[in-house]
Structure formats: C-alpha cells, structure tokens
C-alpha cells in the first residue's frame, strides 16, 4: 500500500525560486524564516506527515468518526496524533508570538498545510477551522476574548469552528435565524441549531471554541443584521481554568461520502437554558467578521486541491511502476511490462504532475503576497499585494479544488478496476477530494463572486495588472528558440489572450446582462486558473532552464521543462474553448424555460 511522501524538493523550488521565500523573510516581523529553518520546518513536518498522519488515513476512513449521546468519538490513533501535534507545536506555526505562536509567514505554513491535507485530509480540517478562528479573534476580537481563549487556541489546546450554515440557510446566510438574546451580565444567550459543522465535537481537545453567527432581537433583516459570539463548549473560569458546560451540544454527525474521520456536527445551542455566547466586535457586524475566517478558510481548502492532485498522483504512479500488464506498445512477443510503460498511462501521470505542480505554484505565490500584504513597509505595496490576493483566492479555492476532483478520478482510471475497489486507496481520494469543491462556498459560488465583486466591480483593473505582468514574461520565453519553449510561448500567449478577452468581455456585460455574465462564471474561473497555473509553469520552465544551461545536471530541473511543456500542449491549449463558453455560451445556458427540465 502506498504511504504519502512529501514532495520537499518540489516544495523548495516553489517556495525559493517562484515565491520568493527570501524576500518574505525580509518583511518586518517574517525575519526568522531562513532557508535554514525553513527546511528544517518542511523535514520534521514531512515526518509527521508521513509517520504519524499517513497511517492513519486509510484506518480513520474505514472506522470514521462515530457518535453517541451528544459526543463523538474519533477514530483509533487521532486522539493520539492530535496530542503529539499540539506538544510538537504545529498548530503554533503562523500564529502572533504575542500568544504564543511562533510569527513564521503564510508562505512557510501553506507548505506544511499541504503535507497534512495530503497525508490525511480529515485530521486537517481541525487545525484548519482552528486557525480561522484564532484569525478572526486576533484581529476582530475584544482584549478579554484574546486573553481568555488565544493562548489555548494557538497552542492547540483548544480548537476552533465556524458556525453559519443553518437547515433553511446555507449559501443564503441572509437567512440566518438563530437567535441571541442580551443578559444584563453583558453575555448573550444563543437559540438555534447549526450544521455541518466541521469537528463541531470530538475527544482530541478539552474544549471547543465555537464562532457562531446568530441575530440580537434588534438586529435589521439580510445580511447586515447578522451578530457573531463566541460560544465555547465548556465555560472559562476567571483563572484560565475550564468551567460549567455550556447548553452547546451536538445532536448527531452526518454520514458522507469521504472525509469519514472527520465529524460533521448538528450542533444544537439552548434546548435547555440557552447557550451563553460572548459578542465578538460589534453588533450587526458578524459576516463581516466571518468573512475574516471564511477567506483563511478558502485558501486552505484550496490547498486541499493542490493535496488531492498530488497524493492521489503519487499513488497511481507507484500502482502504474507495479503493475505489469501487456507487452509494450509495438512490440509483438515481447515481454510483459509494467503499465507505466504505456503512452495512455503515461499521459495521465504527466496530467496529474502538471496540475500538482501548477496548483501548488500558483497557491504558494499566492501566500507569499498574503505575507507581502501584511507585513510589507510600503502602504502601496502592502495595498497592491491584498488585491492581488483578494483576486486570487477564489481561483486558488475554486480552481485547486476541481483540479483535485478530476486528478483523483484520473487516479482511479490509472488502477482500472482495482481503483473502483476500496483496498487500494484510489478511491479513498476521490471521494475525500469531492467535498473541497462545496464546503467554504461552492465553485458556482467563488466563480461569481470572482466576476462580481472581485472583476466588475472595480472595472477588471486588477485582473488587467495581472494579465500585464503575465504578458512581460512573454519577452522571456521569446529568448528560447528550442521546441519546449517555443511550444510553451505558443500556448502560453493564446492562453493570456483568452484570458484578457474573456475578461473584458465579463467586465463589459455584467452591469448590462448579470444572467449571461453569471452563465460564465465557472467556464472563467477555470479558464484563470488554468492560465495562471500555466503561468507559474513557464516561470518555473525558465528557471529550470536557466539552472541546466549554469551546468547543473539535476535531473529534476529537466523534469520540470518537460512538465511544463506537457502543461502547455494539453492544458493551457483549452483556454481558448473556455474564453468562448464564456463569451458565446449563456445562450445555450439559458434558452430552456424552467418548466422545460
């Protein structure tokens, strides 16, 4: 059976030559994030990864996450992992040094976020929602609520989740109905159920922080009327020290199609006395807030794309150097050879890699300008740097995300029938991989709100800066005459040309026509990220290139040549198509009356 292992070297190159880990270790407060370090934080976390989560994978699908009388129990081993994890100080890594966290970039801990989503996606999604909400804390929350609750978060004590899907609100938080009622105490009394609540209850922690969105009695209607409160699982003491349980209680966990390990809680707050909630902020403002968490939870589950991708391409290539099935291709009489051998495997391999490769790329410069966003000394830059993130973060999530879908289904063609049978564990990626495209805003929902709020709204000025610096790496490639290159320039250029029209076509037609616009919402958002994955890999290509012509004989920047020239000749060649789904396709969109389907 094969067991995850780390792509460190990939990694590397990534984080050093297309992200620009030196320069973020130049901004005020990323300052200890050496080269050095940094390797030592990617090996020790590749061990974790590989000896402690990797195991315990397949084992955790199998016996999933079980309930009882308001509790959940997890798996055989998690509890034990999530003890070693929390001791060995990972949920720390990105954390403020002001509670205890250890101050290194977003750049360093996407890396290491990665390792754990590709070893065992449903131990991840605790420190994932954890994380967001120490975020949300950090920059939203009351000095009481920091002092009360970060230091235990941040070390991994305590964990976190987000609560806003309701049964008659999920991507409509509009609807939000759960009820806070103000106490003269200045404490909140919260009425409502909750779910899919991410490890909304399990045994790995001693108590659970929930963030939960909810309405005061004078809230106004929409949006603009939704409150967030903290609402622990057990009180906290005046000491720090655990205290009462809380009317918090999970009244049952869903049964799905993958991420078994991972409890997806029916939360019920107040069927007794009311659950106490402490306000986050001000009233009225909790989306807003929300929306603090939600983006540093897309970004992850984006990275749960770049996870898929690669674990699942790992698995299938050690099926496909096993296997030994017909002789070679041409070859009459010949022996037996293994799979790998054949063209058609071959290509799906090189699909898998390409987009393992892209996504981590583009997901990785995207951090790196998080870090740039941030921590930068220049308000200009700091500023130019955030709409490039707020851009791409859709991308990273949406397209990383689909990306991770077909490579697991390409997974399991590569295995043939025994990739339709549990024992290998092909199956286990798809059906994990399937739920990143859904939870923390669907495609359709992060395609729209790219065109809406992130393109048309601001006139497509960021999206053509972005297209601008694309274009100046065609000066680049220009100065390579040989076939790889030439290939690469080739699509590449028709690639950033499909972008561009597409867009303005976008930015010219959503105040006139938002339906036909929105009909190719999704075709542009896979088109952007196809051509800013291709992006990344022309860059790389180049750098590759400029290292074997300097004498190096790695043959991994060879590899990365040839990957990128297969990224060009079979991905970024569909650009085109998309660009005209998007131009030419809300017709057919939209041409059938309801009552027709």
Known sequence: MSEYIAPIRDMQFVLRELAGLEQVAQLPG???????????????????????????????????????????????????????????????????????????????????????????????????LTAGAIEALVLTGSEQLKKDY???????????????????????????????????????????QKIFITYGEHDMAENIVHLVLARTPTAPEGVKGISLFVVPKFLVNADGSIGVRNDAYCVSIEHKLGIHASPTAIMAFGDHSGAIGYL????????????IMMN?????????????????????????????????????????????????????????????????????????????????????????NQSFVDLMIGVVKGWSTECGVTMASIGVQVHGGMGYVE????????????????????????????????????????????????????????????????????????????????????????????RAASAGAVPFLMLFGTVAGGWQMARAALIAQAKIDGGDSDPFYAAKVVTARFYADHVLSKAPGLASSVIDGAEGVMGLAEDMF
């Open 30 to 128: 990323c300052e200890e994030a050496t080269p050095d370090l940094v390797d030592a934080v990617l090996e020790e976390a590749a061990k974790f990864a590989e000896e402690v989560l990797s195991p315990l994978n397949i084992s955790g699908d199998a016996e999933g996450a079980r309930w009882h009388d308001k509790a959940v129990t997890m798996p055989a081993g998690f509890k034990e992992a999530y003890k070693l994890f929390a001791e060995s100080g990972w949920p720390a890594l990105a954390c403020e040094p002001e509670w205890g966290g250890q101050g290194l970039p977003k750049l360093v801990s996407a890396a290491v976020g990665e390792m754990w989503k590709s070893a065992n996606h449903s131990f991840s999604l605790c420190p994932l």
């Open 150 to 192: 970060l230091e235990k978060m941040v070390s991994g004590a305590w964990t976190g989740t987000m609560n806003l899907t309701e049964p008659n609100a999920g991507s409509d938080l509009a609807a939000v109905r759960t009820r806070a009622e103000p106490q003269a105490d200045g404490t909140y009394r919260i009425f409502g």
């Open 280 to 291: 986050v902020g001000e009233e009225n403002r909790g989306l807003e807030y929300m929306f």
């Open 296 to 384: 540093a939870a897309r970004f992850g589950v984006g990275l749960e794309g770049v996870a898929a991708c690669e674990r699942s391409y790992q698995r299938a290539r050690d099926y496909a150097r096993d296997r030994i099935q017909c002789t070679d291709v041409g070859v009459r009489g010949g022996p037996k050879v293994a799979i790998i051998a054949h063209p058609d495997v071959r290509r799906m391999l090189m699909t898998m890699r390409a987009h393992a490769e892209a996504t981590r790329a583009l997901a990785y410069v995207v951090a790196a300008a998080h870090d740039a966003a941030v921590h930068h000394p220049d308000a200009a830059e700091r500023k130019r």
């Open 423 to 514: 024992e290998t564990g092909a199956a286990q990626h798809l059906r994990d991989a399937q739920i990143s495209t859904i939870y923390e805003g669907t495609t359709g929902i992060q395609a729209n709100d790219l065109i809406g709020r992130k393109i048309a709204r601001e006139g497509g000025a960021t999206l053509r800066a972005l297209i601008a610096t694309m274009r100046a790496l065609d000066g680049d490639l220009a100065g390579r005459t040989d076939g790889n290159f030439v290939a690469i320039r080739k699509r590449f250029r028709a690639g950033v040309d499909a972008l561009a029209d597409a867009g303005d076509w976008l930015v010219a037609t959503y105040a006139s026509d938002v």
